[in-house]
């Protein structure tokens, strides 16, 4: 299925406590991610999921995809792509 | 030393060809990095330095970190996250 942008933000709820509700990192450790990269986003998840990352915050973010499905995946990348870079 | 955006961006020229000029990635799958958060850009470089990242395009990221120094890491982190979100 195609990526799905709505879903990806019902599913960013838990993604907001750190990365910011607009994509804009709370915590300076943090990467900010509106309009990051699509395809970087899915290759970012995709290397939390399979424990490619670690060391620093990697294992909360192992934690973290590690719950996604591919779909889950595509859709968040698709949202935070969507979202205007800076959090204008 | 504090770090130095503009040793950053003198160094900068050899990520250029992937991060862009202006920090906008010129390849989907690669991240923007302009106006990303200054401490999460250290800590990611780090962690290709260290090979903490692997998958995807890590590999080509850990020849690229092993060759710099912290102060390298620190300088380029000052410069990309200076750079305006978006690439304006």
Redesign the interface.
């Known amino acids: 299925a195609a990526a799905d942008a709505e879903a990806g933000e019902a599913k960013s709820a838990v993604c907001a406590a750190c990365h910011g509700e607009n994509g804009i ?1 709370q915590i ?5 991610l ?7 986003l899915v ?2 998840l ?2 939390y999921k ?1 424990k ?7 294992l909360t973010m192992q934690g973290q995809a590690t719950a996604l499905s591919a779909d889950d995946i595509a859709n968040l990348a698709a949202f935070y792509a969507s979202l ?4 204008e």
């Open positions: 990192a300076q450790g943090y990467p900010n509106a309009g990051q990269n699509e395809q970087y290759s970012a995709k290397a399979n490619q990352r670690s060391g620093g915050q990697a205007p870079a800076g959090g």
